[in-house]
Nanobody, 121 residues
Framework: QVQLVESGGGLVQAGGSLRLSCAAS????????MGWYRQAPGKQRELVAI???????SYADSVKGRFTISRDNAKNTVYLLMNSLKPEDTAVYYC???????????????WGQGTQVTVTS
């Protein structure tokens, strides 16, 4: 059983910074991609940033230049450094691990439980 455990959310003033972490645990051979999504009240879940096992990271236009995603493959952990936070960044942030190889030829996608980020003006 694979679990994703997130940490680092909280309350911050506009212009501040937060760093989110997400660690995947369990029997894991490899993870194709890890990323962060967010969902604000009354809105659909949206992609924030994604870090593939190889290749370039990508970001939503709304966070480019402010957020940085990084990944430690050895620890199956992904981070999201959020700078210059704005009130519109307020949301529940979810970690995602895509195409997690848990046994030869067996892959699943997993989600974390979510962590609240609140940015006050």
């Amino acid at each position: 059983q694979v679990q994703l455990v997130e940490s680092g959310g909280g309350l911050v003033q506009a212009g501040g910074s937060l760093r989110l972490s997400c660690a995947a645990s369990g029997t894991i051979y490899s993870i194709k991609s890890m990323g962060w999504y967010r969902q604000a009240p009354g809105k659909q879940r949206e992609l924030v940033a994604i870090a593939p096992s190889s290749g370039s990271t990508s970001y939503a236009d709304s966070v480019k230049g402010r957020f940085t995603i990084s990944r430690d493959n050895a620890k199956n952990t992904v981070y999201l450094l959020m700078n210059s936070l704005k009130p519109e960044d307020t949301a529940v942030y979810y970690c995602n691990a895509e195409r997690v190889l848990v046994a030869p030829g067996l892959e699943f996608d997993y989600w974390g439980q979510g962590t609240q980020v609140t940015v006050t003006s």
